[in-house]
């Protein structure tokens, strides 16, 4: 007898949890001994620009930076909670303000050219901002809007930075990927997702993975400038995203999931060590680890360039 479809999810369900809960939630990070290995770093002098800066993982990696000496762009579009994050923020280093719609890829294309940071060259960019929509939304310029924000507007934006010399030699960019990247391989068709066929837990997998594509293309891309490239995971932690996107999985876990800093961890250290950059993994809890938790993943439909190419289509067609 075929077993039923509500054994089979719990089935599923309890598979998934068991696997991967001890290694994402605190318990993997206090089992690492991270909370007793601190990250030591001095970022004075240093500028640092991180997109969805006023919540979650992006304002704790924006206050850990400013705690160590950083002058931090912090992007967003919530003018008070960016008021808020520049109240918070207790130096040495300083927050900067940069309020941007991140879904609007004529705002972002806007963002490099804006006067009060056209002239800077930054040392760290974050690509933290992402949405997982549970209902379809399209943007005023026609596009799925978590697909707006979680990829085509990253890219936009740090190309136009490296292209305006805006990263100097040696800076380190850091894609802000997730678990939900190890159900799905590299598949364009995935990215910017038609009302019918929307489905927003297979788009931001998507997107996680294409981020993942991203810093592999950028890291030959742009060898010869010396910047590095990291896609970083950060556990799970226990967002504003997760609270709205992701009821019943916070219920569950809610006693063990990760703080906003802890999540941050990684991101921070990678800027204090720059490390050697990899091919195929993703950075978590300081370390590279694979980028595949299924086989399935192995053998995408889509290549690096392909993502490229799928992206650079859509910034021509905006004409942005």
């Keep these: ?40 770093a001095d970022y004075s002098d240093q500028t640092w620009l991180v997109t969805g800066a006023t919540g979650g993982l992006g304002k704790a990696t924006a206050l850990r930076a400013a705690a160590k000496g ?14 808020d994050l520049v109240r918070e923020a207790g130096g040495p280093g300083s927050i900067m303000p940069v309020t941007c719609d991140l879904s609007s890829m004529a705002a972002v294309a806007a963002l490099s050219k804006r006067p009060g940071i056209a002239a800077l060259q930054f040392d760290v960019l974050v690509n933290n ?42 800076a380190a960019v850091i894609n802000v990927v997730s678990g939900g990247l190890y159900n799905l391989g590299l598949n364009k068709k995935l990215l910017n997702i038609p009302e019918a066929h929307f489905n927003g837990f297979a788009a931001y997998a998507a997107h996680k993975r294409a981020q993942l594509a991203l810093a592999e293309h950028w890291r030959a891309a742009w060898a010869s400038d010396r910047i590095r490239t990291y896609a970083v995971h950060p556990g799970w932690a226990d967002t504003a995203g997760v609270k709205t996107s992701l009821p019943k999985f916070r219920k569950i876990l809610a006693p063990i999931l990760r703080n906003d800093h802890e999540g941050a961890d990684t991101i921070d250290w990678l800027a204090a060590t720059r490390p050697p950059e990899v091919v195929d993994e993703i950075w978590f809890d300081r370390k590279p680890r694979t980028a595949h938790a299924y086989p399935h993943t192995r053998n995408p439909r889509t290549s690096v360039a392909e993502v490229v190419a799928f992206l650079e289509a859509d910034r021509k067609r905006l004409a942005v």
Aim: proline content about 7%; overall charge positive.
């Design 129 to 170: 901002v992402g949405l997982l929509m549970r209902h379809f939304e399209a943007t005023p310029e026609g596009l799925e809007t978590s697909y707006a924000t979680n990829l085509l507007g990253h890219w936009i934006l740090t190309e136009d930075l490296h292209a305006a010399g805006a990263l100097k030699p040696g």
């Design 1 to 40: 007898m075929a077993e039923p479809p509500f054994w089979q999810a719990l089935m599923k369900s309890v598979n998934f949890y068991a696997r991967f809960a001890p290694s994402f939630t605190r318990v993997g990070y206090v089992a690492r001994g991270l909370p007793f290995k601190p990250v030591k």
């Design 70 to 83: 950083a002058t931090v762009y912090a992007v967003g579009r919530n003018v008070k909670a960016l008021a």
